[in-house]
């Protein structure tokens, strides 16, 4: 326990220390790795579950779909919904009896009711899509109150809290989830299989992102606009890493292999919120007095210890089509998603040129999009979030190992502090924790590719 604090501790002091001392952190970073020696203690397997009794927490824009799919996937009960909106909690409740299930309990009493849906004693999963301040306090009290975690995107944002996810996990036993539907969508399951299949021989490079023009969201008062806007006046970094580098992360074995060594964030001047608001609300008026501190665009550069580069992008205030910028390069070839799938693969004979991906469609495609493809149709995201929720659920059922773990929740959650470290000291490299302590060396195969 005391080593416990002390580590929490100097990792609160690293970070702070981090702030405007340029070499100083890399040290720091370092001299922290050498600090982590307890050993990892991986969550064991659940067991198989007749059904998943779920406790829902947070049920607005993504919550409400995740409960929608959850409804329809065989062996998921809606236990109780949380919301500190009344009307979305019955909202929810609505759905639940429409789709033949018994009403969900509500809690909807302050903030801190979803601790009351925690203490239930007929809660198997607590799954939450609250603003990102509060998926650390909601899948803490799951897992302490004995019940598995789910969380959106991302886990955590600070250093400190993917540690306290992790902690809380090995102590608990219980499973602590970040939920990327990006991992599940057609094409980037079809390029991760490609990868596996070594179509693009040894990998090199990629590059991902979140390029998403959410100037009109950040502005409207009403939805999730409130919570963004306020992260991009406090925090200049990469605040969503995980659309982009999670699919990623499948490809390079990331925690199965291979580990980010360190990264670099550079940031671009800030003008895109303020710009809109001038347009939108006039020059005068408080929207366009307001300041913002994220710069327009992030762009990281990851470092694997594998050799391998990750550029990513986080783009949210300019005007553009929507993109993750998805590409992956080895040494034999390489594929694009955006803003068609595109592939090429070095043959002999044939002219260095791009081919569309759909012919490559009937050899590669996943197999869980093959089975699932029919069941997610009208799904949300084209479908990709009806498969992550099956994933999950079906997990649970059959007591195998879900897809990601609290390892990779924390080290993808870790590069939203790492970035914002590396801007605010003129783009020094920053050292990743070993959230694993070594486990990552250990080859180990994805669920989804067996
Ligand atoms: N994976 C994706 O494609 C995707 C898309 C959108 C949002 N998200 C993620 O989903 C999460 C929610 O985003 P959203 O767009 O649905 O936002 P939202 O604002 O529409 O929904 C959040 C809900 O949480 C509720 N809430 C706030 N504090 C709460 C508390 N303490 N207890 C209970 N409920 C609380 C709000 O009232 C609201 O209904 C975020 O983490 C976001 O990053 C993911």
């Not at 580069?309 to 594929?335: A, C, E, F, W």
Request: charged fraction near 30%.
């Amino acid at each position: 326990m005391k080593n416990e604090v002390n580590r929490r501790e100097f990792i609160k002091r690293s970070a702070m220390a981090g702030v405007g001392i340029a070499v100083g952190s890399v040290t720091l970073a370092e001299e922290l790795q050498q600090k982590l020696k307890t050993p990892v203690k991986p969550v064991p397997v659940s067991k198989p579950m007749e059904k998943v009794r779920i406790g829902y927490v947070g049920a607005g824009g993504m919550g409400t779909a995740h409960i929608s799919n959850l409804l329809k996937i065989k062996g998921a009960e809606l236990v109780a919904v949380c919301d500190i909106v009344e009307d979305r909690v019955k909202r929810a409740q609505d759905m639940a009896l429409k789709a033949g299930q018994k009403k969900p309990e509500g809690y909807f009493k302050d903030e801190h009711d979803f601790k009351r849906l925690c203490q239930r004693e007929d809660i198997d999963l607590v799954y939450t899509a609250t603003p990102w301040e509060w998926h650390v306090p909601v899948c803490i009290e799951a897992m302490k109150n004995g019940k598995h975690a789910a969380t959106e995107v991302p886990a955590a944002y600070t250093i400190e809290n993917c540690w306290e996810l992790i902690e809380t996990s090995e102590k608990t036993g219980k499973y602590c989830m970040m939920m990327e539907n990006c991992n599940y969508d057609k094409i980037e399951m079809m390029i991760l299989n490609m990868v596996k299949k070594n179509l693009f021989g040894e990998l090199l490079h990629a590059e991902g992102g979140y390029l998403h023009d959410l100037r009109a969201v950040k502005h409207d008062m009403n939805g999730e606009g409130v919570w963004r806007r306020a992260h991009a006046m406090k925090r200049n970094g990469d605040l969503y890493p995980t659309h982009g580098l999670g699919p990623l992360m499948q490809c390079f074995d990331i925690n199965r292999g291979n580990y980010f060594d360190y990264l670099v964030s550079f940031g671009t001047k800030t003008r895109g919120l303020h710009l809109y608001a001038e347009k939108k609300f006039g020059p005068d008026s408080p929207q366009s007095k307001e300041k913002f501190v994220l710069s327009d665009v992030v762009t990281t550069v990851l470092k694997t210890f594998n050799g391998e580069t990750i550029v990513l992008t986080h783009d949210t205030s300019s005007p553009r089509p929507y993109s993750r910028n998805i590409m992956v390069q080895g040494t034999k070839g390489l594929v694009r998603k955006y803003p068609d799938p595109k592939i090429y693969i070095e043959t002999e004979g044939k002219p260095d040129a791009w081919e569309k991906i759909d012919e490559y469609m009937k050899e590669y495609e996943h197999p869980v999009w093959k089975e699932l493809e029919d069941a997610s149709k009208g799904a949300g995201h084209g479908g990709m979030d009806f498969i992550e929720d099956y994933r999950l659920v079906n997990a649970l059922l059959k007591g195998v190992e879900p897809d990601m773990d609290v390892y990779d929740a924390a080290v993808i959650s870790a590069v939203c502090e790492l970035s914002e470290r590396s801007i605010k000291q003129k783009s020094t490299p920053v050292k990743f924790p070993d959230f694993t302590r070594g486990m990552w060396k250990k080859k180990r195969e994805l669920h989804v590719m067996e």
